[in-house]
């Protein structure tokens, strides 16, 4: 059985026809299957569209969030609720075009594969600058955590033991690309071709992405950390040069006019200094986030059908009763 988890906010253009392309090529697979989409607290009338559709096909299953709570909360909920022995996490846009299913599926029953990664194929030349940050993050992001995940996309196809790890992750700002590659198991890739946006826009701007590419190499390296360190050492060792040599000066009599090399001097430990607070206070927040541990995200409402509903609500009590117990 097969679970495909769909992230969705703000998709009521697109996501009625996205569902039924993803079934009809799930049709065509020879394998049971649950399609779960989770709708992230959209304001518009995504959720409408899913109640509707899940009239007709029983296969459907949604979860409503109480707000947005972002795109990795949407997955760690789909991989959380899914029941399939494997699942795949794909864009409710289509641009992760629903044909590489059967591959992926092909992948992980003949080669005996636990998790494949989708790899976006970069075939035009692009040069904006846009392209030039995400290759440098990712060029960064693979320098500094050692794990290689070059134009990954959040396209995946996850075996049941790889997502029963992912969801023991107690993280509470999960990079999801990042951590997938970080989990090992039996890992390949696939290449594709990203499709334009069935319809809507883009939800992702400028600042939530720099947002994303901090927090993320915060949580994967403490290299910026040490490098405060080296940078430190390094002033250091100039300032005592500096003085040396103005005391020498000094002593011959000859000190220098004073007023621009004091103005260097203040400008270039200003910025070092406020560089390091800086780094030091994105590591301080994410500390700061993981340790009031709010959950990942919160259900208003669940599509399901009436037996699963039963079964969904034995075993998420379970846990809670397992936690209450605890001293
Ligand atoms: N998404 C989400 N929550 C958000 C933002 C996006 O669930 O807060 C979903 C969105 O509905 C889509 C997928 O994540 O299915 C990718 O988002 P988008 O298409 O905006 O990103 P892009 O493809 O431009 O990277
Ligand atoms: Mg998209």
């Given amino acids: 059985m097969l679970s ?22 799930l049709e065509t697979c020879d394998i049971g299957y649950e399609i779960l989409v989770v709708d992230d607290g959209s304001r518009d009338a995504t959720w409408r569209e899913l109640q509707r559709l899940a009239h007709s096909m029983r296969s459907l299953r949604a979860i409503r969030f109480s707000r947005n709570f972002g795109k990795e909360a949407a997955i760690r909920a789909g991989l959380e609720a899914a029941s399939g022995d494997a699942a795949i996490v794909l864009d409710a846009d289509l641009q992760h075009p629903p044909e590489l299913i059967a591959e992926m599926l092909r992948l992980w029953r003949t080669d005996d594969v636990d998790v494949v990664n989708g790899v976006k194929v970069d075939r035009r030349r692009e040069s904006g600058i846009d392209t030039v940050l995400t290759r440098g993050f990712y060029r960064l992001f693979s320098r500094l955590s050692g794990l290689a995940i ?54 992702w701007n400028g600042f939530s992405r720099l947002l994303l590419a901090l927090t993320s190499i915060v949580s994967f390296s403490t290299l910026p950390l040490h490098i405060i360190s080296l940078c430190g050492i390094g002033t250091s060792v100039f300032a005592l040069f500096l003085g ?45 986030n993981e340790v009031k541990a709010r959950p990942l995200y919160l259900v208003r409402e669940v599509l399901d059908r009436p037996e699963r509903r039963l079964q969904h609500i034995h075993q998420t009590r379970q846990p809670i009763e397992a936690a209450c117990s605890e001293p």
């Fill in 244 to 288: 040396l040599q103005t005391l020498w000066v000094w002593a011959g009599g000859s000190a220098v006019e004073g007023f621009t090399t004091m103005i260097l001097a203040l400008a270039f430990i200003g910025g070092i200094l406020m560089l390091g607070l800086g780094i030091i206070g994105q590591y301080l927040a994410q500390i700061y």
């Fill in 150 to 203: 070059d134009n990954g996309a959040d396209l995946k196809l996850l075996d049941r033991a790889v997502i029963d790890a992912y969801c023991r992750l107690p993280e509470r700002q999960p990079f999801f690309r990042g951590l997938v590659t970080w989990l090992g198991f039996r890992q390949v890739d696939l290449h594709f071709d990203v499709a334009p946006r069935l319809a809507g826009a883009s939800k």
């Fill in 4 to 25: 495909v988890v769909l992230p969705a906010f703000n998709e009521e253009a697109g996501i009625v026809q996205a569902v039924r392309a993803i079934r009809a090529v």
